[in-house]
């Protein structure tokens, strides 16, 4: 089974910083990754798939990037709205997901 | 608008059997490749099983925590996904949500709302 490892737990930010998340692959998944958005009580929602695609919708200010076993995240100008806990997922062999980066303002 | 929407949720006891439903609506659902992921109480996600298009085959695949003991089927003439669970334990307690992906795209672009089930003696 490939685990996926994020990183921080827990990260604190001001309106209008910028944010940077991390997800590690134990193997290689080339780029088969997604980022979801789970907000307190709510589905999760697709945000980014194939490592850097932004799904239907989603605002700029959303981007991710690598390849390989090394991904990131990056939310810029940071709304109060964007608070929410963050998950990986690879979707190389099988599906697994990241324990989540908890997103605080 | 796509829309999915899980039922069925409820109590059992360990040992016991649920099955869940999820409609859906908004999109071709014949062309869909379905998944059941949950998430326990205060935990992360996990993926239970999947079941592809007819198209592509109608395979299921499961979890190895839940493999052998759930089914997932669909009804493509009433645009309804079904999760069949068996011989439940407590550490199944979960909110179940569907979610659908694209044919061989894989990550999950919908959800539902979720179900949840809890498994208490």
């Known amino acids: 089974e490939i685990v996926m490892t994020q990183s921080p737990a827990t990260l604190s930010v001001s309106p209008g910083e910028g944010a940077t998340l991390s997800c590690r692959a134990s193997?290689?998944?080339?780029?088969?990754l997604a980022w979801y958005q789970q907000k307190p009580g709510q589905a999760p929602r697709l945000l980014i798939y194939?490592?850097?695609t932004r799904a239907t919708g989603i605002p700029a200010r959303f981007s991710g990037s690598g390849s390989g076993t090394e991904f990131t995240l990056t939310i810029s100008s940071l709304q109060s709205e964007d608070v929410a806990v963050y998950y990986c997922?690879?979707?190389?062999?099988?599906?697994?997901f990241g324990q989540g980066t908890k997103l605080e303002i | 608008e796509v829309e999915l929407v899980e039922s069925g949720g409820g109590s059992v006891k360990p040992g016991g059997s649920l099955r869940l439903s999820c409609a859906a609506s908004g999109f071709t659902f014949t062309n869909a490749w379905m998944s059941w992921v949950r998430q326990a109480p205060g935990k992360g996600l996990e993926w239970v099983g999947r079941?592809?298009?007819?198209?592509?085959?109608?395979?299921?695949d499961y979890a190895a925590p839940v493999r052998g003991r759930i089914t997932i089927s669909r009804d493509d003439a009433k645009n309804t996904l079904y999760l069949q669970m068996n011989s439940l334990k407590t550490d199944d307690t979960a909110v179940y949500y569907c979610?659908?992906?694209?044919?061989?795209?894989?990550?999950?672009?919908?959800w539902g709302l979720g179900a949840l089930v809890t498994v208490s003696s």
């Open positions: 194939a490592a850097s």
């Open positions: 079941i592809m298009s007819e198209a592509d085959g109608g395979t299921t």
């Open positions: 979610a659908s992906s694209g044919s061989y795209t894989y990550y999950f672009e919908s």
């Open positions: 193997q290689s998944i080339n780029s088969n």
């Open positions: 997922q690879q979707y190389g062999h099988w599906y697994t």
